[in-house]
């Protein structure tokens, strides 16, 4: 794997293949030396315009486990702040020698530019770009899922015939984007529950349904329910009328949840707005994935990480 | 290209029993011992050990056999196509015991110097013993194999095809091309 931009580029094979190495470093994870030799002597860029604590910790840990020397580098504090262009910082990055720059930005395609401008040799992992994709999240998606739906027997294995229903802000989210695509290549059957004002006009075109009743939705009894976070930082209009009108709507309430039946997994990316788009019993539930999703987050960033890094650069020439 | 048969599945039986034997014999019993395979097919010859060892030993402990996985511990993973490693699994703890790996074919030795290397990372063993169904020499690490089911001197140009029924379909060992 040359770069890892999008998950609409990644096939079942692959994303099957990426999951499998994800159960392994998993498996890392459960011992006394968490640690791999495998990236020794290899450099990865934490390359951070746009805040994040989870993803960036993530990917430290990620590199950090397979021995990979790790710089993180975030915008405030930068040369970036003095007004150095993406092209300048690419450039400097080529000079230190980085082998693998993981990038999030603020602008959708940044990561694709980055990876194919020329500018940089390296590896280019998509770390979340404006509200385009972030496929190590739908990557740990779709690993916690998997793990849920079918335990040790996971490996090999794909999500067919899962219910997902996505649930918000699906406009605005790089996070269902990226979703959407993987889900759909493994064989999982996607809803995307919200607001018609909320949802991106293209939507027809998504291998996915579309709903706007949530209480419908819920009582068809899904597989997961994935709740989106509502990004007030991205909303430049009303999207709707007040925040209790959104959660009494949208929101997974104490009512809805108790709906749900006990096997159906409650997902959210993080970070939550207890209270707003989640009630707080369903957030620290049985059936919420919220901590396994972020356990899992390095596992899958470890196997994407292995996966651009090991073997032969022939197409890097 | 030539194919020139070397081991048929009842000298693999055989070579394989005496290896059991052979264990058995070092390790003073089936006590504390660990037989770890290599993927893929030092898996199953480590399994057919195991099954041989209960069968001598009807006391063995049942969980005797696992697997080792070493492609994230290769030194060559930046000069090869991209390996999709294998579950390791190792049925108990290996601190204070004997782990005897098992591989198909011993060549340069870089397998089981990363096998040693994933060992490390797992437990500390009392002592690490290596079973090979052949070895076939042109050693790069001073790494040596204590049980051998055949040595077959062999030129680098060869190649050793390893064929195991449960992946292959048959048992058979052959050696093919180089010029003789």
């Known amino acids: ?317 | 290209m030539a194919v020139r048969p070397v081991l048929q599945q009842a000298d693999i039986e055989r070579a394989l029993t005496r290896i059991a034997h052979e264990i058995l014999e070092s390790n003073r019993g089936a006590d504390d011992l660990v037989i770890l395979g290599i993927p893929t097919r030092g898996v199953i010859l480590a399994a057919r050990i195991a099954e041989i060892i209960r069968r001598i030993e009807p006391n063995a402990p049942a969980a005797l056999a696992g697997s080792l996985d070493v492609t994230m511990y290769r030194d060559d993973l930046s000069h090869t196509r991209t390996r999709t490693p294998a579950p390791t699994d190792v049925p108990v703890g290996i601190d204070d015991r004997t782990v005897v790996l098992v591989d198909d074919v011993l060549y340069s030795g870089r397998t089981i110097r990363a096998a040693l290397d994933a060992l490390a990372d797992i437990g500390r063993p009392r002592a690490v013993r290596l079973a090979v169904l052949v070895d076939r020499g042109h050693r790069e690490f001073p790494i040596r194999a204590d049980f051998v089911g055949k040595n077959l001197p062999s030129a680098a140009s060869e190649r050793i095809n390893v064929h195991l029924r449960e992946v292959d379909g048959e048992d058979g060992v052959s050696i093919e091309g180089g010029v003789r």
Request: hydrophobic letters at 45%; charged letters at 25%.
């Open chain 1, 1 to 317: 794997m040359r770069h890892l931009l999008s998950t609409r580029d990644l096939g079942r094979e692959q994303a099957i293949e990426l999951l499998d190495i994800a159960e392994d470093m998993a498996a890392v994870q459960q011992r006394e030396v968490r640690k791999l030799p495998t990236l020794r002597g290899r450099t990865v860029v934490n390359l951070f315009f746009e805040d994040s604590t989870r993803t960036r910790v993530s990917f430290e840990a990620a590199a950090k486990r397979l021995s990979a020397d790790v710089i993180t580098f975030s915008a405030k504090g930068s040369s970036v702040s003095k007004g150095e262009s993406l092209k300048d910082t690419a450039q400097t990055l080529q000079a230190i020698g980085a082998d693998a720059v993981v990038v999030r930005h603020q602008a959708s395609g940044a990561p694709q530019t980055l990876a194919t401008s020329g500018w940089i040799d390296a590896g280019v992992v998509n770390a979340g770009d404006g509200t385009h994709e972030h496929p190590t999240q739908a990557l740990l998606d779709a690993f916690t899922m998997r793990r849920r739906l079918h335990g040790d027997a996971s490996r090999g294995r794909g999500l067919d015939g899962a219910r997902v229903v996505i649930v918000g802000d699906v406009l605005h989210s790089r996070v269902a984007r990226s979703n959407v695509w993987l889900l759909d290549a493994l064989g999982a059957e996607v809803t995307l529950v919200a607001p018609p004002t909320l949802l991106p006009v293209d939507v027809s075109a998504w291998p996915a349904q579309v709903g706007y009743d949530l209480d419908a939705a819920i009582d068809a009894g899904p597989d997961a329910v994935m709740m989106l976070r509502v990004q007030a930082e991205r909303m430049h209009a009303a999207f709707f009328p007040n925040s209790r009108e959104y959660s009494r709507t949208w929101g997974l309430d104490d009512a809805r949840f108790a709906r749900l039946p006990r096997t159906t997994m409650v997902m959210h990316p993080g970070p939550m707005n207890r209270g707003f788009e989640i009630a707080a019993s369903a957030a620290d539930s049985a059936q919420s994935t919220v901590l396994e999703q972020v356990a899992n987050g390095v596992s899958v960033r470890m196997a994407a990480l292995y996966l651009l890094l090991s073997g032969e650069r022939e197409e890097a020439a």
